[in-house]
Structures are given as structure tokens and as C-alpha cells.
């Protein structure tokens, strides 16, 4: 057991050994595969600092008579150029004044340019916008991280086929599938990137003259239009708010309206009652009193 610890011990260090070495080894060494992605269409530039690669998007604005037409031989001009399409949306036909189309085309790097040419042949190019993202050291991490993973994956097979005890075969395979699921993983990102590096994406939208979007103004008047619909959206959301507050406020009128009411009556209610006031009798006692004299005789003194 003990050995098979200081085993795995010689892996971890070794694996930290191959990924500290592995930035120096992707700038030498490593410069073959980079020169394989460069021939699939990476974009690529020899100089002191070795190859660079690249991941480039943009869009492609244009006016045309037909957006149903010009969008399928631009889908054509794609494919002819090593590419293919990813999305494509088409709204209208040749007769409808507002028809539209738009198409994702993923096109190879080395291509870019002369496709970009080729779409001016299809209509009127309004506005084109190329955005240029470097991934050189994303490149090298992942290519020093998946050989790093590889040789440890392959020091801990050995291992295992010398493990003895089924504790040590237990723990070799432990270590073992959480390196190969990692290894996976890398694996996936790289061929994404290299993907990405490869084929460029492009967004290309068709309009009608009468379906193009209108040029946003620019200057004092457009500034004055702005702050006019700016001051409408917010008196329009105020008189909205204070319709949804109304009957509330209504509901919460007559609420105050009962209680004060029922609060004023009560008093009045108790004023009215008549008072149940005690009379007492001669020598104090209580009960009832009479004015006619007593029977006997006059009234007067007994001799």
C-alpha cells in the first residue's frame, strides 16, 4: 500500500512537472499542430512570438432585390468556399416590399476575404463589421494541459497493472477515471476552439429597400426626439401607475369613510339612552314617595 502511495505521489508530482513545462514545449515543439490548424484555416502569423490563432465573427448588412433569391446563392457562395450554413430565416417572397432574410454561415478562415468580395455581386452592402479575437495562449494552456493529463494517465495504467491488493486497484482506478474524465473535457474545449479557429462565423442579413431598417439620426434633433419620447414613456408609465392606484385608493376611501361614520354614531347612540337614577324615601331608605297624607285623621300633632 505504502508503495503504491509514493507511486501516486511520482504521478502528481510528474503531472505538475508536465504542465509547468508543457508552455515552453507548445512554443517549440508544439509548433506542428499549429501549423496543421493554420492549413485548415486558422489565421495565423509567423513573428518572433511563433504562431497566433484567431477567432473571427462579423455581419454583413445589405440591400437586395430578392432576399430569397440573393440569400440562397449566398448560401451557395459559402459552401463553394469550404463552408456551411448554421441558421437561415427567410420572411416574404419577390412580390412583398418588406421581405427579409438572414444567414449564419460558418466559413473557413482563408476564405473570409474572398467570400466577403463575393457577397458585394449579390446586392448593396450596407454595413460590414469584422471582430478579431486572439486565443494563442487559450491554444498552448490546453494543448500543455491535455499532454500533461495523457502522461499521467499513462504512468497510472502501469501502476495499476503492478497494484497488488484490491485497495490498491481500487484506488488506482479512482485516480485514474477522474484523470481521463478531465482529459475529456479538455479534449472537448480544444476541438471547439479549434472549431472556432478554423470557421469563421458570420451573420449575414438581406433586406428590401422598403424592409431595411432606418439609419439612427445623429446630432441636436436627434437628441431633442430622444428626450421628447424619453419625457412621453415616462408621463405615459406615471398615468399608468395612477390608474392601477386609483381604485385602490378609492377602496381605501370609502374604508375610512365607514369607520369614521360608525366612530361619530356611537356617542350619539349613548347620549340618548335615558339615566336610571335612584329616589330615596324618608330617613333614607329607598323606595317610592306619595304626597297624600296619612290615614288616621288630619294631619297634626297626637296629644
Known sequence: MRSLMQSLAVVAVLLVAGCSGGGADSGAGGAQPHAARSEEGAVSD???GGEQSFVVTGSVSMLVEDPAVSVAEAAQLVEDAGGHVQERVEQGGADD????AELVARIPADEVTETLEELKGLGEVRDTSIQSEEVTDQVRDLDARIRALEISITRLEEL???????????EAEQVLTERQSELE???????????????S???IEMWTEGAAPEEPATGFWAGLVNGWN??????????QAIGTLLPWLAFAALVAAVVLFVRRALPRR????????PRFGPGGATGPTTSL???GGPTGPVP
Not at 495499476?160 to 481500487?170: D, H, K, P
Not at 473535457?185 to 478554423?198: F, H, R, T
Not at 349613548?270 to 337614577?277: C, E, G, I, K, W
Open 270 to 277: 349613548r347620549a340618548a339612552r335615558p339615566s336610571a337614577t
Open 293 to 295: 297624607p296619612p290615614q
Open 97 to 100: 416590399d418588406y421581405a427579409w
Open 201 to 203: 462565423t458570420f451573420r
Open 160 to 170: 495499476l497493472g503492478r497494484a497488488g491488493t484490491v485497495s490498491e486497484i481500487v
Open 46 to 48: 509567423e513573428g518572433a
Open 230 to 239: 424619453a419625457l412621453l414613456a415616462t408621463l405615459t408609465g406615471l398615468l
Open 185 to 199: 473535457v479538455l479534449l472537448g474545449q480544444q476541438a471547439a476552439l479549434a472549431d472556432d479557429i478554423a470557421l
